[in-house]
């Protein structure tokens, strides 16, 4: 009878080969590709063509999990902390292996393995955390880590003869060169290159996803996509104004307009367009907003209108659309730039 055993698979080159070792041993592999608003997002509803796309490309039965609700309020306070940036590498990998241990049964699955390397990342791959991360999510003895498994302890499968530990590897330290060597001794040449992936770990964006960890306590899925589009500014009534960049952040902005937000436009310029997030029952610093709006239009000056309004649900209710309400303000552009770069995060 085939055993079976779930791989944690971010899509990069070492959780592939995790994959490919385990299936050269004669294992049932599937891959669980978990993903939240921080990575892997672009494929929530279009898990299909991705998990098709690995498929043929790597030869790996993937599946696409979402996690995001679990893991919106781990990232708000992880027991152990954050990495470098806003990563929680420790609880982040906790998380994914305690998923995957629920989800053993659901796959006929004897064990879970992970890409892991010894000592690749400063803080979730020492030995110390290694054992940390098995034990707190109720793994222990069950998680594998093949391209390490030389370094570490016999694993619970290894003992028990599913898995032949004299073909695991002993892979250590940051080089990539033995993982690209086994990549092309598998006929695999199209794997992402390691950085990227994770925007916990941007340093620009996580600095922006501090401050809305901190000045929006129930933040959910909406806020942290957010974050990552437009220019950002906190102004005085602690409201949020996000301003597009360019037209394609112009239209992500519009499909993130939510219940409560006002959308902002120039009535009569091209420009960007705005959201502005306001504090519950505060609309006065909505002149502020449209100003600042009215910065960033290219042929200004004078006083110029800016059309404020607001989605309204749409019969299913499960998507915003605009608008019905609509209100015309007139603005002045802020003269003083420096008091934009004080509102700016
Ligand atoms: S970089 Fe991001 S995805 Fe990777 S372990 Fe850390 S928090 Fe998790």
Not at 164 to 170: A, C, P, T, V
């Amino acid at each position: 009878m085939q055993v079976n055993c779930l791989v944690l698979f971010s899509g990069g080159l070492d959780s592939i080969i995790a994959c490919k070792l385990l299936q050269g041993q004669g294992l049932g592999v599937t891959a669980l590709m978990f993903i939240t608003p921080f990575f892997g997002y672009r494929h929530r509803g279009r898990a299909a063509r991705e998990q098709e796309r690995i498929r043929a490309d790597y030869g790996i039965d993937a599946r696409i999990i979402d996690i995001s609700r679990d893991y919106l309020k781990m990232v708000a306070d992880p027991p152990h902390g954050y990495g470098r940036y806003m990563n929680p590498c420790i609880d982040c990998k906790i998380l994914m292996v305690k998923k995957a241990m629920e989800l053993l049964g659901r796959f006929d699955a004897s064990f879970v393995a992970s890409g892991e390397v010894l000592g690749q990342r400063p803080m979730s791959q020492r030995k110390d955390t290694l054992r940390v991360i098995e034990r707190e999510s109720g793994a222990a003895g069950r998680l594998l880590r093949p391209l390490s498994a030389l370094h570490l302890p016999e694993t619970v499968p290894e003992r028990q003869g599913l898995v032949d530990r004299s073909r695991l590897l002993g892979l250590s330290g940051r080089g990539r060169k033995a993982q690209m060597a086994l990549a092309a001794s598998f006929g695999i040449t199209n794997y992402p290159t390691p950085a990227g992936g994770c925007v916990l770990a941007d340093p620009i964006l996580s600095a922006r996803f501090k401050r809305i960890f901190a000045f929006r306590s129930g933040f959910d899925i909406n806020d942290c996509l957010l974050a990552q589009v437009g220019r950002h500014f906190r102004l005085p009534d602690g409201s949020w104004l996000v301003v597009g960049r360019n037209q394609v952040e112009n239209q992500r902005i519009d499909s993130l307009l939510s219940a409560g937000d006002i959308r902002l436009e120039m009535r009569s310029l091209a420009g960007p367009t705005a959201l502005w997030r306001p504090v519950e029952g505060g609309l006065e610093a909505v002149g502020l907003a449209a100003g600042i709006l009215y910065r960033y239009v290219k042929e200004n000056s004078g006083p110029s209108e800016v059309v404020l309004s607001g989605p309204v649900a749409s019969e299913h209710e499960t998507r915003m659309q605009p608008f019905d309400r609509q209100e015309i303000l007139t603005v002045e552009q802020p003269a003083v730039d420096e008091l934009l770069e004080k509102f700016r995060f």
